[in-house]
Structure formats: structure tokens, C-alpha cells
């Protein structure tokens, strides 16, 4: 966004199988639309503070229809296929 260009997050459902050779894409069970970066600091600085938030959209509505979106801070969204980190308390697919 900072470049005028579109942002998307692959992300993972937690307790999904992620299998790659299945999907043959990578580990990512969907692709969500990032609406927004706010941040500090220079934009252009590949560095992540624990200032810097997105703000994007998800299949999982917590406000229901009216889909305003997650605000997410950037170090929360961090975390390994085994999701014990940021996920650790995420929704399970599974139920």
C-alpha cells in the first residue's frame, strides 16, 4: 500500500490439515484483503515495531454482516504451522 500496490494475507486455519504437496501453493488455507498499514515509522523499513498495525478483512465475521474488518498488531500475527504463539488461542477449524 505504501507503493500503491494491493496487500493480501495467506493465512492458516488452525487445525487444518496443511498439506503443500496437496495444495501445491504453499501453507495457506485462504487469502484475505488488507485494507490498511498504520505505522510510526517509515513505511519503506522492513523492519516490525510493536507499533504497527494492519487493518484486513477475515471469513470469520466477528461483528457479523458488518464486516469492518481486524485491526491486528503486526508482532501478533507471527507465529509456526504448530500455532502454539499468536494462535495458541485461536478458533479451530475442527469445531
Same mark, same amino acid.
Not at 57 to 76: A, E, H, I, T, V
Given at each position: 500500500?505504501? @507503493?500503491?500496490?494491493?496487500?493480501?494475507?495467506?493465512? /492458516? /486455519?488452525?487445525? =487444518?490439515? %496443511? !498439506?503443500?504437496r496437496?495444495m501445491?501453493?504453499? &501453507?495457506?488455507?485462504?487469502?484475505?484483503?488488507?485494507?490498511?498499514?498504520?505505522? !510510526? &515509522? !517509515?513505511?519503506?523499513?522492513?523492519?516490525?515495531?510493536?507499533?504497527d =498495525?494492519i /487493518?484486513s @478483512?477475515?471469513?470469520?465475521?466477528?461483528?457479523?454482516?458488518? %464486516?469492518?474488518? =481486524?485491526?491486528?498488531?503486526?508482532?501478533? /500475527?507471527?507465529?509456526?504451522?504448530?500455532?502454539?504463539? *499468536?494462535?495458541?488461542?485461536a478458533?479451530? *477449524? !475442527?469445531?
Amino acid at each position: 500500500m505504501a @507503493s500503491q500496490w494491493p496487500v493480501v494475507q495467506f493465512v /492458516l /486455519l488452525k487445525g =487444518y490439515e %496443511n !498439506n503443500t504437496r496437496r495444495m501445491r501453493l504453499g &501453507h495457506y488455507d485462504h487469502v484475505v484483503p488488507i485494507y490498511g498499514v498504520y505505522s !510510526n &515509522h !517509515n513505511l519503506n523499513d522492513p523492519a516490525v515495531y510493536s507499533d504497527d =498495525y494492519i /487493518l484486513s @478483512s477475515s471469513n470469520y465475521n466477528l461483528d457479523g454482516k458488518k %464486516n469492518l474488518g =481486524y485491526f491486528r498488531s503486526m508482532p501478533d /500475527l507471527v507465529d509456526t504451522l504448530k500455532m502454539t504463539g *499468536a494462535c495458541k488461542f485461536a478458533r479451530n *477449524a !475442527n469445531g
